[in-house]
């Protein structure tokens, strides 16, 4: 079945810092991939998509690339900042049969001062 | 921010008893799902509905049911809870075409001694 591989969290940066997080998927088909972030005692809310190869998601700083030949979707930012410390997770739109999300466990991020 | 809000915000109960948590939404979407979250799992889908009276099971549904007799309405009931539904619920809405461009609650957190 479908799947969605984070990077191992917590993640502690300091202000400034280049932000990687990793992400891989196993999906039959071409499903639109997404990141979602979750800010301390909130839902999840969506925070950028790509829906086919080589598309460039982009939102708030952050930017990542629908890569099928490596099956990948890592997320990047420049320059973090406090204000970014939150839970990220990276999802797959299953195409099969009835439309839903399959997450990854999702990565802890903290950006210090 | 998409209208949607879950009730009860925090409950605790004990093993056994029957339970049921609300979401209501007032952005007329057709697609509402349910979720949860648990450390080292990201969000598992539990149920969702595709329009009235329209429900199909997700990942983890055994134990849970749901119902959705309006469009603004979708509960969700453990029938019988236990320690290991003990977790954060949240509930979500989309609307076709975009499936996978949800929007969150804010979520129920559910203790179950």
């Known amino acids: 079945g479908n799947s969605v591989t984070q990077m191992e969290g917590p993640v502690t940066l300091s202000e400034e810092a280049f932000l990687t997080i990793n992400c891989t998927y196993t999906a039959t088909g071409y499903p639109s991939l997404f990141w979602y972030v979750q800010y301390p005692g909130e839902g999840l809310q969506l925070l950028l998509k790509?829906?086919?190869?080589?598309d460039k998601g982009s939102n708030k700083g952050f930017e990542a690339t629908y890569r099928k030949e490596t099956t990948s979707f890592h997320l990047e930012k420049g320059s973090v900042q406090v204000s970014d410390s939150a839970v990220y997770f990276c999802a797959l739109g299953d195409i099969q049969g009835a439309q839903k999300l399959v997450f990854g466990q999702g990565t802890r991020l903290t950006i210090n001062p | 921010d998409a209208g949607i809000t879950q009730s009860p915000r925090h409950k605790v109960t004990e093993t056994g008893t029957p339970v049921t948590l609300r979401c209501h939404q007032t952005?007329?979407?057709?697609?509402m799902y349910w979720y949860r979250q648990d450390p080292g799992h990201g969000l598992r889908l539990i149920h969702y509905s595709y329009g009235v009276k329209d429900t199909d099971k997700g990942e983890v549904s055994d134990g849970y049911s749901v119902s959705r007799s309006k469009t603004e309405d979708f509960l969700l009931t453990l029938e019988s809870a236990t320690s290991s539904q003990t977790s954060v619920y949240f509930c979500a809405i989309s609307e076709p075409p975009e499936y996978n461009e949800q929007f969150f609650g804010p979520g129920t957190r559910l203790t179950v001694l």
């Open positions: 790509a829906t086919k190869a080589d």
């Open positions: 952005e007329n979407h057709r697609y």
